[in-house]
């Protein structure tokens, strides 16, 4: 047994559905009446894990020993998708209170209140009747806030666990987004980012009972006043249809940045990935975007040494990536998911190899990233000012292309101001300020 918990720490881990979890939590726990504090003073600290890669649990049993150090013990609630895989085993394994998945933490405070009575606390449910009814309502928002309309996977590429963690793609209704977008704008908001595993999949009844896709949802979410800006992510290739891409090229308030994961070159291991689009059909799509949107900033996924990887395969994502340019993009090691096809395949690929592979595979996209960024000197561009800067009076804001502005201004964090970029790094560049226009 242990004290009701008066503090709380909320920590998240990966991607940004888990931040938006993560604040969601917090919202939570503080309509319960506790206040926020550092991990090493809480009482209740809640570990929101990732499952998708590494030894993501082991380093969650790390994390559990180090909260434990000093003769503290917290109340420890894990959560997220290590939470989901794992379930009572994280209870018998390493004795926290509360166990809760990425489906059910609108239970938390419950299961809270189980724990400090010394009943068993564990919900990993995937009910039907999504948790978002049951959160309470956002008050206080960043300049650029996350909104989560579209969770879940069908696709079931062969490396990944997130149709397993996560479960099937399940759209969030229509109105319940609109109404979030107000009120998140209400708070403060001047752009949101909508997301989902599968975010272009997303697809609803407006109110009028018409089906939409995310396009429509964009289109609807332009109409709201105060709200600048509109970012979505992440996509996959057999989902973006010919509403989204028109809408690149009609919608102003939508910022001209799409991440869609590749995760390789090569026709035969997107098959071995199940993937179901080839190369070519991939390319194909961002030619028609950058035809809807010439100045569209790509970005995207990469695996390297995904079982069966010959050099010659490898190659054929060293060429897509010098085929396309992208302005940023992420590229990991394959890391086998138990439970996951891949895991069982032969051939898997040796951790020299794949270090190898790694490194020239970052080169080349660090090398276009620059370039990207290089590109863009001279550009007149809007900039949301989200954070302050290292240096005194510096102010740091987001590019339409989602490049880091530095610059110093006489601004404040949230206002939008028009900008000239004047210099280029290879993961940032700096502006000038043109005319400040009032937020
Ligand atoms: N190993 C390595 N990377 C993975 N990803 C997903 N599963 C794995 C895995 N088992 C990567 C993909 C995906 C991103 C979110 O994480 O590139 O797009
Ligand atoms: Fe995982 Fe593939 Fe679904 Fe993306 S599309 S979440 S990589 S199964």
Redesign the pocket.
């Known amino acids: 047994m242990k004290p009701a918990p008066k503090t709380f720490h909320v920590k998240s881990f990966g991607?940004q559905m888990n931040m938006y979890d993560g604040d969601r939590m917090s919202e939570l726990m503080s309509a319960e009446g506790m206040t926020p504090a550092e991990a090493a003073e809480a009482d209740l600290v809640v570990l929101n894990t990732c499952h998708?890669?590494e030894r993501a649990t082991e380093k969650v049993y790390s994390d559990i020993g180090r909260l434990r150090k000093n003769g503290r013990a917290p109340m420890i609630a894990v959560a997220g998708c290590v939470a989901q895989a794992e379930g009572a085993e994280i209870v018998r394994r390493a004795k926290v209170d509360v166990v809760v998945g990425p489906q059910a933490y609108h239970n938390l405070p419950e299961l809270v209140a189980k724990a400090a009575r010394g009943e068993a606390a564990l919900d990993t449910d995937m009910p039907v009747e999504t948790k978002f009814g049951r959160l309470p309502a956002r008050r206080r928002v960043p300049p650029s806030a996350f909104l989560t309309v579209q969770e879940g996977c069908d696709k079931f590429?062969t490396?990944?666990?997130?149709p397993y963690t996560r479960g099937a793609e399940v759209s969030r209704p229509w109105g319940a987004i609109v109404d979030e977008a107000k009120a998140l704008v209400d708070a403060g908001a001047k752009e949101i980012t909508l997301l989902g595993q599968n975010v272009n999949a997303w697809e609803g009844e407006d109110a009028s009972g018409n089906v939409q896709g995310l396009d429509g949802l964009i289109r609807a979410l332009d109409r709201i006043e105060g709200l600048k800006r509109i970012r979505y992510t992440?996509s996959h290739p057999n989902d973006m249809r010919e509403g989204l891409i028109v809408a690149h090229a009609e919608v102003e308030k939508l910022m001209p940045f799409l991440h869609l994961?590749v995760?390789s070159g090569s026709d035969r291991i997107l098959k071995a990935m199940n993937r179901s689009h080839s190369r070519d059909s991939y390319l194909r799509i961002l030619d028609r975007v950058r035809a809807a949107r010439p100045d569209m900033a790509l970005s995207g996924?990469?695996?390297v040494g995904f079982p069966g990887e010959t050099e010659a395969d490898f190659a054929d994502t060293l060429s897509l990536v010098d085929a396309v340019g992208y302005a940023q993009a992420?590229?990991?090691?394959?890391?086998?998911?138990p439970g996951?096809p891949?895991a069982d395949m032969a051939e898997q690929i040796a951790p020299e190899v794949m270090d190898e592979r790694l490194q020239r595979l970052q080169a080349a996209i660090n090398r276009d990233q620059e370039a990207f960024n290089l590109a863009s000197v001279g550009r007149r561009c809007g900039v949301l000012l989200e954070r302050k800067g290292k240096l005194p009076g510096q102010l740091i804001g987001k590019s339409p292309w989602l490049q880091s502005v530095h610059l110093v201004a006489d601004a404040a964090i949230g206002d939008m101001i028009e900008v000239e970029i004047a210099a280029a790094w290879p993961n940032s560049v700096s502006g000038v300020e043109l005319v400040h226009e009032a937020a």
């Open positions: 991607c998708i890669r590429c490396y990944c666990v997130v992440t994961p995760q996924d990469f695996i992420f590229s990991f090691k394959y890391s086998p998911r996951t891949a």
